[in-house]
T-cell receptor, first 111, second 115 residues
């Protein structure tokens, strides 16, 4: 899998936007960018994914740089429930069920 | 749709014993993947099953094995348990297309403690 680099931790205040960055300079043209998050004492959950253009869903937005070497997960209004470890992952085509998780970014949300 | 379920949720075993964990995927999903999560190594891929066949395998010793049944339910087995096998074991299910845009849905995990 292409390597991703994320900050170890970030902090935010409740109801403020959060921008979580991910660098993936070795990304190939067919690599999708996935984000998962893991809340305390739970399994990871899918957040969003994209290929080239920006994506939005009910949970978050994904902004992808024009050269695709970086992306940003945007939580528009952080809540205490968004405190989690966020993982940026680029699954390869023939990975067959394998997601390679890095250390992720620990997001702390202050009330 | 019901989510991915894993049983048991908690388990305590002693060194040398063996353990079997179970995972029921989301209805319609044919792929089940297993992961081990520890504080030191993070989340690591164990193996993936699709239509009762192992399609992919991580870098774990042969003491870790799995199988999948015709209804897509999966079990993983760890024999001759070691203290280092204490971990959260997660399973994830998907349709199993193998495409890079496919998403996985994780269960709550089974927390195994080896004494």
């Amino acid at each position: 899998d292409a390597k991703t680099t994320q900050p170890n931790s970030m902090e935010s205040n409740e109801e403020e936007p959060v921008h979580l960055p991910c660098n993936h300079s070795t990304i190939s043209g067919t690599d999708y960018i996935h984000w998962y998050r893991q809340l305390p004492s739970q399994g990871p959950e899918y957040v969003i994914h994209g290929l080239t253009s920006n994506v939005n869903n009910r949970m978050a937005s994904l902004a992808i740089a024009e050269d695709r070497k970086s992306s940003t997960l945007i939580l528009h209004r952080a809540t205490l429930r968004d405190a989690a470890v966020y993982y940026c992952i680029l699954p390869v085509r023939t990975s067959y069920g394998k997601l390679t998780f890095g250390q992720g970014t620990i997001l702390t949300v202050h009330p | 749709k019901a989510g991915v379920t894993q049983t048991p949720r908690y388990l305590i075993k002693t060194r040398g014993q063996q353990v079997t964990l179970s995972c029921s995927p989301i209805s319609g999903h044919r792929s089940v993947s297993w992961y081990q999560q520890t504080p030191g190594q993070g989340l690591q891929f164990l193996f993936e099953y699709f239509s009762e066949t192992q399609r992919n395998k991580g870098n774990f010793p042969g003491r870790f094995s799995g199988r999948q049944f015709s209804n897509s339910r999966s079990e993983m087995n760890v024999s001759t348990l070691e203290l280092g096998d204490s971990a959260l074991y997660l399973c994830a299910s998907s349709y199993g297309t193998g495409t890079p845009q496919e998403t996985q849905y994780f269960g709550p995990g089974t927390r195994l403690l080896v004494l």
